[in-house]
C-alpha cells in the first residue's frame, strides 16, 4: 500500500497563491509502478474532476479551467509532487485530493481544503 499525504490548502483572497504538496510513501516496489500523480478536487455539489496529473515520465495535463494559472511538478527522488496555484478564484473553492493512478486502481490521499474568498 501507498500512503499520499497532502498539504498547504487554506484560505486565500481571489487572485492569492497556495501551494500544495503530497507525499507519497510505501515500499519501493509499489512506489515503482505509480504510472502518475496528481490532484482532484470536489466542490460541494459537484463531481471529483481532475485537476492536473503528471505521469512518471514528465507529461503534464490540465484541467482547461486551471491552464496558464496552476503548475503541477514532481520530485520523482521524493516521491512528491506540488501543486503552484496562481490567480485563485473563487471558482477554485473546493476540497483537493492528491492522487496516485496505479495499472487498475488509484490511490487517494486525505483531501485538503482551498477556500477563495472573493
Known amino acids: 500500500q501507498v500512503q499520499l499525504v497532502a498539504s498547504g490548502g487554506g484560505l486565500v483572497q481571489a487572485g492569492g497563491s497556495l501551494r500544495l504538496s503530497c507525499v507519497a510513501s510505501?515500499?519501493?516496489?509499489?512506489?515503482?509502478?505509480?504510472?502518475?500523480m496528481g490532484w482532484y478536487r470536489q466542490a460541494p455539489g459537484k463531481q471529483r474532476e481532475l485537476v492536473a496529473a503528471i505521469t512518471s515520465g514528465g507529461s503534464t495535463n490540465y484541467a482547461d479551467s486551471v491552464k496558464g494559472r496552476f503548475t503541477l511538478s514532481r520530485d520523482n527522488a521524493k516521491n512528491t509532487v506540488h501543486l503552484q496555484m496562481n490567480s485563485l478564484k473563487p471558482e477554485d473553492t473546493a476540497v483537493y485530493y492528491c492522487?496516485?493512478?496505479?495499472?487498475?486502481?488509484?490511490?487517494w490521499g486525505q483531501g485538503t481544503q482551498v477556500t477563495v474568498s472573493s
Open positions: 492522487n496516485a493512478a496505479f495499472p487498475g486502481y488509484d490511490n
Open positions: 510505501g515500499s519501493i516496489f509499489r512506489l515503482n509502478r505509480i504510472n502518475a
